[in-house]
Structure formats: structure tokens, C-alpha cells
């Protein structure tokens, strides 16, 4: 899915490959790719820290890994600190030009701290989560490049100048309050089930718009607003077509970092509440910023 959709952004990763000249003998071919990590807030998470290792490239035709950073952050960084454009560099190296069909990333640790004012029925704001058996053996994230038409590529080819892949660690989708804060019972835990997807950042757009409500005491302010692609072909445990952020300072929102496609876009309300319209369905187009996608917040009918 900017601290916007943990939304990630993955790093830079470079390509290189070699070339047969007219006279037999071998010349370097250059190409650079970037890998950026970036995400979006969270409405009761302060700090959600991941600790991203291995990440590694599968070329087409099933060829060796690509093995572009065996300590792609360094240590645990806080996805929430990744908002907007902000991204944080997992690699940057040559590889051989190629065509690549699949991203893998190992997530070796995380932990999560509540915003102010909210902790768990144990006690305490801070703890450190469980990571499922899939992350620790790598997330599978497929890459696919949009071609003329709309059709779809199986793969995305790196060759000559710079390719950047944005990588959206989405926060909402991956760390799930479990209980709730409203309730006697109030927070249990977290459960963590890291939600990624990946987009080549040359193509990418974005959807934007503003919540509004006529209801007395209803903010438009922290909730979240989805896209989630339109026939995506995502068949991955781990990888998402759904990008999420929380709505801002009079109900803005921009969801960042979205690849050329249909997306059904709709709001998650309150309970006895509803949006004008229920969802709606919104065409990005290659680098195309869709502004004005608006909703109303009414009581639901009857």
C-alpha cells in the first residue's frame, strides 16, 4: 500500500549486464534500479518498527536469485515515519540486465507502539510481535509492468538508465489491533501479518479527495480510505492489491504510489454510518494524479 499505506518505500537497485559486441568480445551494460520503502499512519499505532534482511530478485525464465541487500534496513525502522513521499533505501547495486518477475524480502523482526492515551489490557504500550513463518522465509511480491493497452507484462525489465520500485509497507493491512480501545475489554495485542506491494515508480499515480459530514459530532479525520485494484491477479500469501491511508486535517486524503489500473475506492465508517457515495470506481492512469474523489458521511437509512 507514504508513513501513508507502512506504506514502505523499498530501495535502489542497480543492473548490469553483459553484451556481445560486433567483435566478439564482452562490454559492461549498466542499468541502475532503486528500492524504496515507504507506508502511511496509523490511527492507533505511534511507532511500528520492522527489520527488513534479505532482499532478492527472481529472473525470469527461473534463473538464479538476485541477492541485492542481505540487511535491507539495517536494523528495525519505524514504518511510520515513511509518510507522503517519504521513503527509506533498502539496496542500491548493479545486476545483470534481465527481465524480473518476483520480489522476495525477509522480515526479520517487529514491534509496535499505541499512540498516546491507548494501551493494552496488560499493561503497557509496547510490544514486540510475532513474525509469521512466511515473512521469515521470504514475502513473494510479483512484479508486473504495465504495457500499451493496459495489458499487463509478466515481469518488469531492467536494461539501461534507472528503474525505482516503491515497495508500500501498509500499516493498516499488516499490524491489527485486536479488541478494542471502546470496550471494558479494551486492547489485547496486535497481530502482525506484513501486507506489501510493490509498484515501478515511473508509472505510478496517486487518488485524492475529502471527507466531509453534516453529522453532529462525526469526524472526518482518521478514517481510512481504501483503493483496492480492480481484477489485481494477486495470488500471494503476503501481497496486497489494496493500498490504505487514514484521512487528514479536514478529511484529506491522498493515497500515493498507485500503479496504472481500476480501483474501487471506498471509506471504512463507524458503526450507523454510511458515505455518499458507498464506493466508487476510479481509473489511474500511468503517472496520473486523480484528484477530487470525494465522500459524504451519512447516517445509515433506516
Given at each position: 500500500m507514504y508513513r501513508n499505506a507502512f506504506r514502505y518505500i523499498l530501495s535502489l537497485l542497480a543492473v548490469s549486464t553483459l553484451v556481445a559486441c560486433d567483435d566478439g568480445t564482452d562490454v559492461l551494460d549498466s542499468a541502475r534500479i532503486r528500492v524504496l520503502l515507504t507506508d502511511a499512519p496509523s490511527d492507533y499505532i505511534a511507532s511500528a518498527m520492522v527489520d527488513i534482511g534479505s532482499v532478492e530478485l527472481l529472473p525470469a525464465g527461473g534463473g538464479d536469485r538476485v541477492v541485492l541487500?542481505?540487511?535491507?534496513?539495517?536494523?528495525?525502522?519505524?514504518?511510520?515515519?515513511?509518510?507522503?513521499?517519504?521513503?527509506?533505501?533498502?539496496?542500491?547495486?548493479?545486476?545483470p540486465s534481465d527481465t524480473y518477475v518476483q520480489?522476495?524480502?525477509?522480515?526479520?523482526?517487529?514491534?509496535?507502539?499505541?499512540?498516546?492515551?491507548?494501551?493494552?489490557?496488560?499493561?503497557?504500550?509496547?510490544?514486540?510481535?510475532?513474525?509469521?513463518?512466511?515473512?521469515?522465509?521470504?514475502?513473494?511480491l510479483n512484479l508486473r509492468e504495465d504495457?500499451?493497452?493496459?495489458?499487463?507484462?509478466?515481469?518488469?525489465?531492467?536494461?539501461?538508465?534507472?528503474?525505482?520500485?516503491?515497495?508500500?509497507?501498509?500499516?493498516n493491512q499488516s499490524f491489527r489491533i485486536q479488541g478494542s480501545p471502546n470496550t471494558p475489554a479494551g486492547i489485547s495485542g496486535v497481530s502482525f501479518r506484513p501486507t506489501l506491494r510493490v509498484v515501478v515508480e515511473d508509472v505510478a499515480g496517486s487518488i485524492s479527495g475529502t471527507l466531509s459530514t453534516s453529522i453532529t459530532d462525526q469526524t472526518v479525520e482518521g478514517l481510512v480510505v481504501s483503493a483496492d485494484a480492480v481484477d489485481p491477479g494477486v495470488d500471494e500469501e503476503f501481497q496486497s492489491s489494496m493500498a490504505t491511508v487514514p484521512s487528514g486535517t479536514g478529511g484529506a486524503y491522498t493515497i500515493f504510489f498507485l500503479a496504472p489500473g481500476s480501483y474501487n475506492v471506498s471509506v471504512e465508517t463507524p458503526d450507523?454510518?454510511?458515505?455518499?457515495?458507498?464506493?466508487?470506481?476510479?481509473?489511474?492512469?500511468?503517472?496520473?494524479?486523480?484528484?477530487g474523489v470525494d465522500f459524504e458521511l451519512v447516517p445509515v437509512s433506516g
Open positions: 541487500t542481505e540487511d535491507g534496513t539495517d536494523g528495525p525502522v519505524d514504518l511510520l515515519d515513511l509518510q507522503g513521499l517519504t521513503t527509506e533505501l533498502l539496496a542500491d547495486l548493479e545486476i520480489m522476495r524480502l525477509i522480515v526479520e523482526s517487529a514491534s509496535v507502539t499505541l499512540a498516546e492515551g491507548y494501551e493494552f489490557n496488560s499493561g503497557g504500550m509496547e510490544a514486540d510481535l510475532s513474525v509469521p513463518s512466511g515473512a521469515q522465509t521470504g514475502i513473494k504495457e500499451e493497452g493496459g495489458e499487463e507484462s509478466g515481469g518488469v525489465q531492467i536494461a539501461g538508465g534507472e528503474t525505482v520500485l516503491v515497495v508500500d509497507f501498509d500499516v450507523g454510518v454510511t458515505t455518499d457515495p458507498a464506493s466508487t470506481e476510479v481509473t489511474v492512469g500511468e503517472s496520473e494524479d486523480v484528484t
